[in-house]
């Protein structure tokens, strides 16, 4: 089983920063690509930044150059630094991680999301 765990959503004023972080834990192996997706009020959930293991990076063209992400393997943890928010940058924002695991001792890769945290920019 592997869980996944989120924090450092809040409230902000426009023009402020928050850094979000994600946490695997369980019997994983490795991690694959990592990420945070955003979902607004009555929105589809929408990619924001990706990850790979090696440290390459993918982002929305919303995000670039106001957010950040970055991972540490020996954590199991990914981040997302967010800069200059926006009042549009309101929502649940998810991680996700593809993770690899011994299932009834069968290796096995998977898709885990968290359960994601409600980023609020306001004044």
């Known amino acids: 089983q592997v869980q996944l765990v989120e924090s450092g959503g809040g409230l902000v004023q426009p023009g402020g920063s928050l850094r979000l972080s994600c946490a695997a834990s369980g019997s994983i192996v490795r991690i694959f690509d990592m990420g945070w997706y955003y979902q607004a009020p009555g929105s589809q959930r929408e990619l924001v930044a990706t990850i790979t293991s090696g440290g390459r990076t993918n982002y929305a063209d919303s995000a670039k150059g106001r957010f950040a992400i970055s991972r540490d393997n020996a954590k199991n943890t990914v981040y997302l630094q967010m800069n200059s928010l926006k009042p549009e940058d309101t929502a649940v924002y998810y991680c996700?991680?593809?993770?690899?695991?011994?299932?009834?001792?069968?290796?096995?890769?998977?898709?885990?999301w968290g359960q994601g945290t409600q980023v609020t920019v306001s004044s």
């Open positions: 996700y991680a593809d993770v690899s695991y011994y299932r009834r001792g069968v290796y096995t890769t998977d898709n885990y």
